[in-house]
């Protein structure tokens, strides 16, 4: 009887000892996209100015924001205030743009127009209605007083994010 | 290794976008819009248009199908500005693969203070060109169909053959009725002038009653030999065996029979083949 027991016991001392780390992953997929709907184009009205506005010869980038669920995200766009590439410049322009609601997927999202909050060159809306929402961005330059901007191709760039509330 | 081989033939869905069916107008008629495809469903309706109003009047704008086969609508979907400034919409809105039976006529309704402009209304669709497999020989399961211009070619043909021979038939049975009448019209007549004959013949026993012009009457004809000498011979008694026989006592077939029998066993077999033409 007594050998059994030690038998036992020895066995269960032999037994080794195992431990395993197992990972957990999972990928999040944003529920907001953000599309180049419309390539802006720089117009040439007068010698000093450069505009995307149609009138002036140039073309109104456009954004859309295509937003799966809704008052989870919002939308922050930039108007851009120096150009990325251009001739070499000897003054300082001067930048202006806006950032307006375009057109809308849902007509809830037309109050986007009275919800947009604008700081610097930056504006921002909440986006509280599932569905797509098109941004009409506007660009313009005024290079100096009665100074021609430099022959040469100028480039600007706007930033539109989608960002988690 | 085992390989395996499949071959199957199949029938590519074709999909489509309608044009503006606003565009001459906010009414439209669906039989002009879409194509008449059978099993045409459609998918989506996507729709733009700009909401022009004050802020704060109410308006709901409705663009809507009517339901062709029931009341009410197969698509409405409406859009409520009330209390919201205008903007332009652009909307996709899913129709689950409505068939195109169901799609009636389309509109854009206004309830409330404001006008709608720029609108666009255009329909996504699909449909398989086989879904009726007549509707090309290409489809799995078209069955050709029967041409039935050769077929009445033939018909045509066949009418011809029988009418031709029943006229030949009938200007036959018309000749032998002929002859007929006129073998009938001739023993007629013989049998008239013998009766004629027989009747001067008797009338001998009267000879005297007889008047002088008529006696020379009568010598005229028996000295024209218009009289048979059966008339007043006496004819020997007996038996008369018969003398008229056929030669080499066979009786040919009428080749004219052979003919309209031969004639009629091809309309027949023609007649016949016709029900087994693909």
Known sequence: MFKKTLFAMALLCALPAYAAEIPITGNVESKCIVQMDTL??????????????????????????????????????????????SPALSDVPTWTGSVAVGQVSDANMSAYSSALVTY?????????????????????????????????????????????? | MLLAYSSYSYSDTVYGSTSNAASAGYAWVMTNILPQQAGLTVGNVVYRYTAVKNTDDDMVVHIQNDNARDEGYIFRSSDDWSGLPGNTINK??????????????GSIQVDGFGTVEDASVRYTYQYDPCFDPQSRPDCPGYIAPVDYSLEALVYEEDQQYIQDELDRKKTLQNEEEQEEANRKAMLAKKRRESDERLEVLLGIVNTDELSQE???????????????????????????????????GKLPDSKKGLRVNLATQILHQKMVDLQYDN
């Not at chain 1, 040439?44 to 450069?50: D, E, F, I, Y």
């Not at chain 1, 930056?122 to 509280?128: F, G, N, R, Y």
């Not at chain 2, 899913?94 to 039976?101: K, T």
């Not at chain 2, 006696?215 to 024209?224: D, F, V």
Request: a negative charge.
């Open chain 1, 40 to 85: 802006g184009v720089y117009g040439n009205p007068t010698p000093s100015v450069l505009s995307t506005d149609n009138v002036d010869g140039g073309m109104t980038p456009i954004v859309r924001f295509d937003v799966i669920q809704a008052s989870f995200y919002k939308a922050r766009i930039t108007y851009p205030n120096a150009f990325s590439s």
């Open chain 1, 120 to 165: 610097d060159n930056v504006t921002e809306v909440d986006l509280t209605v599932a569905g797509s929402t098109w941004f009409d961005i506007t660009s313009r330059v005024d290079y100096g007083f009665t100074t021609a901007l430099p022959a040469g191709t100028y480039r600007a760039i706007l930033s539109a994010e989608c960002i988690a509330l």
């Open chain 2, 92 to 105: 996709i809105v899913p129709a689950d693969n409505v068939d195109i039976s169901y799609w009636g006529d």
């Open chain 2, 214 to 248: 008529q006696l020379i009457k009568h010598g005229q004809l028996t000295a024209m030999n218009m009289l048979s000498s059966s008339y007043y011979t006496a004819i020997p008694g007996g038996t008369y065996q018969e003398t008229i026989k056929l030669i080499d």
